[in-house]
């Protein structure tokens, strides 16, 4: 059995919000957007992500991304305005990582990979 790599589905109050945030400061390309606008999709190299809009509530999602150059994705997400919310650190599992949320609250740890 061989898996390829998963395309993970984010719950968000507005998928073209979502969609032009992602596309703005953190460097995705937007795909598609059903015409109903309540499921999108953007994508980076063979990256992609699915947006589904949420009414209410909702518990965000947590995301982990192997970065090549930690540093380098640091400062370009940094550059760009994206929302990080804890900088680069060593944590004592023995990775260095940081931590960004979108505008729905859904997180994504950037780590080297």
């Known amino acids: 059995m061989e898996f390829n790599q ?3 589905e984010l719950p968000v109050s507005d998928v073209e919000k979502a969609q ?3 596309q703005r400061r953190l460097g995705f390309k937007i795909e598609w957007i059903y015409p109903s606008k309540e499921v999108g999709a953007v994508s980076n190299g063979d990256t992609a992500i699915f947006f589904r809009k949420r ?3 909702f518990e965000p999602a947590v995301n982990w991304v192997y970065c090549g150059d930690l540093d380098q994705s640091y ?3 940094t550059g760009s305005g994206a929302n990080i919310v804890e900088g680069i ?3 004592p599992w023995g990775i260095r990582q940081f931590t960004v949320r979108d505008l729905d609250g859904n997180i994504f740890y950037f780590h080297q990979g």
């Open 55 to 57: 009414e209410g509530a």
């Open 6 to 8: 998963p395309v993970p």
């Open 20 to 22: 032009d945030y992602y």
């Open 75 to 77: 400062n370009d997400l």
């Open 89 to 91: 650190e060593d944590k």
